[in-house]
């Protein structure tokens, strides 16, 4: 069965830090680009950043440029999603998904996702 599963999201405050994880099991990683989005409530689903197959390639969306980097470890089949400076508005269900080769920006190329992980920056 082929699957991602985010982990590691919860609640923090303004300017902590999370990292978010994406396993995968069922499938290597290795020929996929990975991104994660994001849905906020009662907003549609946004492209975070994504990082190519073998992660020499990376992009980010200009809300998170500077705070978030993305990294993947191809041997444990497992990327990530550093967060810093977290501000309320990155308050959000994060979700990664898995396009076969090269990042897109549109989402029904991606075939993989996972379920979600709850992040919410509130004081």
């Known amino acids: 069965q082929l699957q991602l599963v985010e982990s590691g999201g919860g609640l923090v405050q303004p300017g902590g830090s999370l990292r978010l994880s994406c396993a995968a099991s069922g499938f290597a990683l290795d020929y996929y680009a990975i991104g994660w989005f994001r849905q906020a409530p009662g907003k549609e689903r946004e492209g975070v950043s994504c990082?190519?197959?073998?992660?020499?390639?990376?992009n980010y969306a200009d809300s998170v440029l500077g705070r978030f980097t993305i990294s993947r470890d191809n041997a444990k089949n497992t990327l990530y999603l550093q967060m810093n400076s977290l501000k309320p508005e990155d308050t959000a269900v994060y979700y990664c998904a898995a396009r076969y080769y090269y990042c897109s920006g549109i989402e029904n190329e991606y075939a993989y996702w996972g379920q979600g992980t709850q992040v919410t920056v509130s004081s």
């Open positions: 990082i190519s197959r073998r992660g020499g390639s990376t």
